[in-house]
């Protein structure tokens, strides 16, 4: 049976031996080998989030030069950036879904990239919005 986590206005199911723990700002999810950790905020806007919006919120990076790819969850669309600093990777997915944004980022030591990629996307994948969005 897969857990469930519900935030006041998103969901999410939690892949085999992820927790999570929580805080005034986001959610964390950490995988079973403690590799990299998946945190997730959640804004909410008296009107529609737009892509403007979401370009706005990342605009540091985009005029660093990150390049931007659109990705949908269920009802989330918007894009994802991908970076590396330090010994570190980097992924940054601004999403919206009505008066929604989801601002959802994972990292983990550059030598692990791609170790926790199924989870992740698995996780981003059951992302459904609540009562409150």
């Known amino acids: 049976m897969k857990n469930f986590v519900n935030a006041q206005t998103w969901s999410a199911s939690l892949p085999d031996g992820w927790t999570h723990?929580?805080?005034?700002?986001?959610?964390?999810?950490?995988?079973?080998?403690?590799?990299?950790?998946?945190?997730?905020?959640?804004?909410?806007?008296?009107?529609?989030?737009?892509?403007?919006?979401?370009?706005?919120?990342?605009?540091?990076?985009?005029?660093?030069?990150?390049?931007?790819?659109?990705?949908?969850?269920?009802?989330?669309?918007?894009?994802?950036?991908?970076?590396?600093?330090?010994?570190?990777f980097w992924q940054l997915w601004y999403l919206r879904q009505d008066s929604q944004m989801l601002f959802v980022s994972y990292n983990c030591p550059i030598a692990d990239r791609t170790h926790e990629d199924r989870e992740v996307l698995e996780l981003l994948s059951s992302l459904a919005p609540q009562g409150g969005a």
């Open 21 to 88: 723990s929580s805080d005034n700002e986001c959610i964390t999810f950490v995988g079973p080998e403690d590799i990299g950790a998946l945190q997730i905020s959640s804004y909410k806007k008296d009107q529609l989030v737009k892509d403007q919006d979401l370009t706005d919120f990342a605009e540091d990076h985009l005029e660093a030069g990150a390049r931007p790819t659109t990705v949908t969850f269920g009802k989330y669309t918007g894009f994802r950036i991908a970076f590396a600093v330090d010994d570190f």
